[in-house]
């Protein structure tokens, strides 16, 4: 049990375009989902905390208007990085929270050209 | 503040037992955590204690957890090729539905 997918895998989009991933918590329902970055052999950076039916909760120095989160159901939240630009390439991890833990999806690697 | 902290490498060999340590700062942490990352992947939980815990095991791992010193080790028991990936410790304070503070990350090497 405890499954969370993301989708996609890994997108590359042109500079100005809106990129939009999911995440599913595939056999549980997640009233919280998070939202992670990650660079290149570095640690997992918190960007934001999804509430679902809520307005999300975003880290300091993160761009709430860049980076759109909706959960709209306690199973489904997305992350839609708009207008990307090439430093926003990284990779994107999400978690749905248990009453003891995280967990996390594979990943989203979104390159931006 | 917050902040916990890991050696970032470890390279034992094959049917060693591997060691990976970790401190804490937040004496408020409850929950403490050790996940796994493979190259391009997301994170695997590999086990979690409470705070008032001193000891866990399941299977080949073992975690201690020194309150007093906020320390806390991963202790993976006959070390296997496949368990070379990159290991976060992280705390909470609330468990899952609280943010987690991750560590730096310790990548594992295990040769033969």
């Known amino acids: 049990g405890a499954v969370v997918s993301q989708h996609p895998s890994w997108v590359i989009c042109k500079s100005g375009t809106s990129v939009k991933i999911e995440c599913r918590s595939l056999?549980?329902?997640?009233?919280?989902m998070f939202w992670y970055r990650q660079f290149p052999k570095q640690s997992l950076m918190l960007m934001a905390t999804?509430?679902?039916?809520?307005?999300?909760?975003?880290e300091q120095g993160v761009e709430k208007d860049k980076f759109l989160i909706n959960h709209a159901s306690l199973t489904l939240s997305t992350l839609t990085v708009t207008s990307a630009h090439p430093e926003d390439s990284s990779f994107y991890i999400c978690?749905?929270?248990?009453?003891?833990?995280?967990?996390f999806g594979p990943g989203t690697r979104l390159t931006v050209l | 503040g917050e902040d916990v902290e890991q050696s970032l490498f470890l390279s034992v060999r094959e049917g060693d037992s591997s060691v990976i340590n970790c401190t804490y700062t937040d004496s408020s942490s409850t929950y403490l955590y050790w996940y796994k990352q493979e190259p391009g992947a997301g994170l695997q939980l590999l086990t979690y204690?409470?705070?008032?815990?001193d000891m866990k095991q399941d299977q080949r791992l073992t975690v201690l957890l020194n309150k007093k010193d906020k320390h806390l080790s991963l202790r993976i028991a006959d070390t296997q090729t496949g368990d070379s990936a990159i290991y976060f410790c992280?705390?909470?304070?609330?468990?899952?539905?609280?943010?987690?503070?991750f560590g730096a990350g310790t990548r594992l090497a295990v040769h033969p």
């Open positions: 056999d549980f329902q997640a009233t919280t």
């Open positions: 204690i409470f705070s008032n815990m």
């Open positions: 992280a705390e909470s304070i609330y468990g899952g539905y609280n943010k987690l503070i």
């Open positions: 999804s509430n679902e039916g809520s307005k999300a909760t975003y």
């Open positions: 978690s749905a929270s248990s009453a003891d833990t995280q967990y």
